[in-house]
Each structure stands twice: as structure tokens, then as C-alpha cells.
T-cell receptor, first 112, second 110 residues
Framework: DGGITQSPKYLFRKEGQNVTLSCEQNLNHDAMYWYRQDPGQGLRLIYYSQIVNDFQKGDIAEGYSVSREKKESFPLTVTSAQKNPTAFYLC???????????FGEGSRLTVL | KQEVTQIPAALSVPEGENLVLNCSFTDSAIYNLQWFRQDPGKGLTSLLLIQSSQREQTSGRLNASLDKSSGRSTLYIAASQPGDSATYLCAVWGNSKLTFGKGITLSVRP
């Protein structure tokens, strides 16, 4: 089945560690996105990529990094510079011409 | 700057009711509007997408309308069921950016 796969579903990190969240899609979508969701704050855009080897910062990119070496993959690294990384992270993809967004199941990161 | 508002934040209704969820946005120059459902601890599931040239979209018991001039969209759920309990979010594409509302948490009581 076509879709977006995020892993791991749950992740625990010690302060000072970098962690990488995986996002893979087999929908053949050009655009991919990373969002962060916190209670009461809605979804906030971290990074997005419209084509391979190109990506743009969103509203809250500080402390995060991404790469887009393949069309299917858009991993997000949460670095130790991110001050408050505990959150629910959502990956999405879309066909830019249509604009319809499809989401993965999310990854919950907890910093101990 | 586009702002998307969904009021109320939470809603509880008895099973069988027809209900309307509202979404308002401040900038009418939008490309499309999308409604999502989110279950606790899960990702967002796309329910309906309304392009800017359209007035409404229907899928099963769901009907979404769009009025760009007034900056409003409504999601109509017919004959609500306990399985409809979830958070419903609307998102607006405009000016190369997608803006989300904070969602309405719906509880349908048996």
C-alpha cells in the first residue's frame, strides 16, 4: 500500500544527544515536510523540501537539520541545540500542483 | 499573515446528531482548504480537500463547504457515531504556505 512510514514511533533521548527520525514515502510525491505538534499549539513547520537535494527552513528550524538525498526519504535530525525537543513529530508529503497533504503516523520524542 | 481559527476547541454531542464544525481564516487569497482527522497519538488523516474554485466536497457522511469571501469553511457530519470521536483540523494553503487551525476535539456519546 502507498503511504508514509515514520520510525521509530517512540524515542527517548538523553540531553545532549542528537537523534534522527526517519520518514519514507512511496507515493512518488515531490514535496515532503516535517511538522512539530505540541499540546495547545497546533502544528508548526520545521523544514520542507520540494525537490531532491533542496530544502527550506520553516517557522521553527533552529536546532533541527534535514537532508533530501532521495525522493522517497526525508530524515529529520533533532540536535542537542534544540532547547525543548520533547514533542510529537509528523512527516507529510504532497504533490505541489494539487496541494493535498498526506501524513505519516508520527514519532514521539521524549528527552529524559 | 494568515490566521486559522477553530471554535470551540472541544465539543460533546449525543450519538445520532448532525453537527457542524467551523473553520475561519483571515486571508481569502487561498489556494485550497483541507480537513483532517486526528486520533489520539496518531498522525493526521485527510478527510476532504476543497480547491479554491470549488464550493463544497462530499465523502460519505461528511460534507465540507468553502466560502472564500467570508473566510469560512464548515465540515458537516451527518448522523454522528462514537467512532467519529477525534480531533478535526482544518488547514489553508495560501501564499505558498500551509496554515493549520488548532483543531476541534469532538466526543460523540453513545
Amino acid at each position: 500500500d502507498g503511504g508514509i512510514t515514520q520510525s521509530p514511533k517512540y524515542l527517548f533521548r538523553k540531553e545532549g544527544q542528537n537523534v534522527t527520525l526517519s520518514c519514507e514515502q512511496n507515493l512518488n510525491h515531490d514535496a515532503m515536510y516535517w511538522y512539530r505538534q505540541d499540546p495547545g499549539q497546533g502544528l508548526r513547520l520545521i523544514y520542507y523540501s520540494q525537490i531532491v537535494n533542496d530544502f527550506q527552513k520553516g517557522d521553527i528550524a533552529e536546532g533541527y537539520s534535514v537532508s533530501r538525498e532521495k525522493k522517497e526519504s526525508f530524515p529529520l535530525t533533532v540536535t542537542s541545540a534544540q532547547k525543548n525537543p520533547t514533542a510529537f513529530y509528523l512527516c507529510a508529503s504532497s504533490i505541489p500542483s494539487r496541494g493535498e497533504l498526506f501524513f505519516g503516523e508520527g514519532s514521539r520524542l521524549t528527552v529524559l | 499573515k494568515q490566521e486559522v481559527t477553530q471554535i470551540p476547541a472541544a465539543l460533546s454531542v449525543p450519538e445520532g446528531e448532525n453537527l457542524v464544525l467551523n473553520c475561519s481564516f483571515t486571508d481569502s487569497a487561498i489556494y485550497n482548504l483541507q480537513w483532517f482527522r486526528q486520533d489520539p497519538g496518531k498522525g493526521l488523516t485527510s478527510l476532504l480537500l476543497i480547491q479554491s474554485s470549488q464550493r463544497e466536497q462530499t465523502s460519505g457522511r461528511l460534507n465540507a463547504s468553502l466560502d472564500k469571501s467570508s473566510g469560512r469553511s464548515t465540515l458537516y457530519i451527518a448522523a454522528s457515531q462514537p467512532g467519529d470521536s477525534a480531533t478535526y483540523l482544518c488547514a489553508v494553503w495560501g501564499n505558498s504556505k500551509l496554515t493549520f487551525g488548532k483543531g476541534i476535539t469532538l466526543s460523540v456519546r453513545p
